[in-house]
Protein backbone atom coordinates (compact mmCIF):
# COMPACT_ATOMS: atom_id res chain seq x y z
CA UNK A 1 0.00 0.00 0.00
CA UNK A 2 1.36 3.58 -1.27
CA UNK A 3 1.29 6.81 0.73
CA UNK A 4 -2.16 8.46 0.94
CA UNK A 5 -2.59 11.70 -1.56
CA UNK A 6 -5.64 14.21 -1.61
CA UNK A 7 -6.87 15.35 -4.82
CA UNK A 8 -9.86 17.56 -5.27
CA UNK A 9 -12.64 17.77 -8.20
CA UNK A 10 -15.23 20.29 -9.28
CA UNK A 11 -17.57 19.20 -11.60
CA UNK A 12 -17.63 21.07 -14.84
CA UNK A 13 -21.14 22.58 -14.98
CA UNK A 14 -24.24 19.67 -16.22
CA UNK A 15 -21.60 16.93 -15.75
CA UNK A 16 -23.29 14.28 -13.63
CA UNK A 17 -22.26 13.97 -10.07
CA UNK A 18 -21.13 9.67 -11.14
CA UNK A 19 -19.10 10.72 -13.78
CA UNK A 20 -17.19 13.26 -12.03
CA UNK A 21 -16.44 10.65 -9.20
CA UNK A 22 -15.21 8.40 -11.92
CA UNK A 23 -13.21 10.74 -13.00
CA UNK A 24 -11.70 12.09 -10.09
CA UNK A 25 -10.96 8.49 -8.65
CA UNK A 26 -9.36 8.12 -12.11
CA UNK A 27 -7.25 10.90 -12.22
CA UNK A 28 -6.23 10.61 -8.83
CA UNK A 29 -4.61 7.25 -9.69
CA UNK A 30 -2.93 9.06 -12.99
CA UNK A 31 -5.17 6.56 -14.63
CA UNK A 32 -7.53 7.19 -17.92
CA UNK A 33 -11.55 7.47 -17.12
CA UNK A 34 -11.97 4.38 -19.99
CA UNK A 35 -9.08 2.13 -18.98
CA UNK A 36 -9.51 2.49 -15.17
CA UNK A 37 -10.22 -0.85 -13.71
CA UNK A 38 -12.97 -0.04 -11.48
CA UNK A 39 -16.57 0.54 -12.06
CA UNK A 40 -18.57 2.56 -10.06
CA UNK A 41 -21.74 0.18 -10.31
CA UNK A 42 -20.18 -2.49 -8.37
CA UNK A 43 -20.16 0.12 -5.62
CA UNK A 44 -22.51 2.30 -5.50
CA UNK A 45 -25.80 3.17 -7.61
CA UNK A 46 -24.95 6.15 -9.92
CA UNK A 47 -28.63 7.22 -10.61
CA UNK A 48 -29.28 7.46 -7.05
CA UNK A 49 -25.69 9.28 -6.66
CA UNK A 50 -26.72 11.79 -9.26
CA UNK A 51 -29.93 12.61 -7.46
CA UNK A 52 -28.33 14.18 -4.31
CA UNK A 53 -26.96 17.21 -5.39
CA UNK A 54 -29.35 18.20 -7.52
CA UNK A 55 -31.06 20.78 -5.07
CA UNK A 56 -28.26 22.92 -4.91
CA UNK A 57 -29.57 24.61 -1.83
CA UNK A 58 -28.82 21.20 0.26
CA UNK A 59 -26.22 21.32 2.64
CA UNK A 60 -24.54 17.67 2.64
CA UNK A 61 -21.38 15.59 2.83
CA UNK A 62 -21.42 12.27 1.45
CA UNK A 63 -18.18 9.86 2.12
CA UNK A 64 -17.98 6.44 0.83
CA UNK A 65 -14.74 3.65 -0.08
CA UNK A 66 -14.28 2.87 -3.60
CA UNK A 67 -11.05 1.40 -5.61
CA UNK A 68 -8.53 2.17 -2.97
CA UNK A 69 -10.09 5.29 -2.35
CA UNK A 70 -12.09 7.52 0.29
CA UNK A 71 -14.42 10.02 -1.50
CA UNK A 72 -16.22 12.52 -0.06
CA UNK A 73 -18.45 14.80 -2.02
CA UNK A 74 -19.49 17.82 -0.04
CA UNK A 75 -21.29 21.07 -1.03
CA UNK A 76 -19.92 24.27 -1.10
CA UNK A 77 -21.45 27.31 -0.01
CA UNK A 78 -23.83 27.32 -3.32
CA UNK A 79 -24.44 24.00 -2.53
CA UNK A 80 -22.44 22.57 -5.42
CA UNK A 81 -20.62 19.61 -4.87
CA UNK A 82 -16.90 19.28 -4.54
CA UNK A 83 -15.51 16.35 -4.99
CA UNK A 84 -12.16 14.98 -2.42
CA UNK A 85 -10.08 11.75 -2.79
CA UNK A 86 -7.75 10.01 -0.83
CA UNK A 87 -6.08 7.58 -2.58
CA UNK A 88 -4.76 4.99 -0.61
CA UNK A 89 -2.76 3.23 -3.46
Do not use: C
Not at 25 to 31: F, G, I, L, T, Y
Amino acid sequence: MGDTKEFYYEPEEGEELSVAVVEAVAEAHDEDIIQQRWLISEDINADALDGLFQEQNLKMTLQFEADSTTATIIADSDGNPIIKIKSHR
